[in-house]
Nanobody, 125 residues
């Protein structure tokens, strides 16, 4: 198990910014591929972004490319999602995820092994 705890969600106006954090614990937490997913009301969960264990590789959904930036600080066992130019359609519960696999990030958009409980992001119009 890799306990994951998200923070940083909240209410923001269209065009605003938020930074989400995901704190991972466990012996090898900084060796996992990690990512962010989101689920809007009435919709299925969707992939947002992923980052390799080293932080050298990242991958984004087309809907957030150029607006969101994923990063990680392995010394702190923490992953981040900087969200800029937010839109009402970004409103969702955002979930942090981790996976022991080191597969190409594009192959991990359907899900990962471990999940946090989520943090709500609401973008008002």
């Amino acid at each position: 198990q890799v306990p994951l705890v998200e923070s940083g969600g909240g209410l923001v106006q269209t065009g605003g910014s938020l930074r989400l954090s995901c704190a991972a614990s466990g012996r090898n937490a900084n060796s996992y591929t990690m990512g962010w997913f989101r689920q809007a009301p009435g919709k299925e969960r969707e992939f947002v972004a992923a980052i390799s264990w080293s932080g050298m590789s990242t991958y984004y959904a087309d809907s957030v490319k150029g607006r969101f930036t994923i990063s990680r600080d392995n010394a702190k066992n923490t992953m981040y999602l900087q969200m800029n130019s937010l839109k009402p359609e970004d409103t969702a519960v955002y979930y942090c995820a981790a996976d022991y696999r080191r597969s190409p990030l594009a192959t991990m958009t359907t899900g990962m092994d471990y999940w946090g409980k989520g943090t709500l992001v609401t973008v008002s119009s």
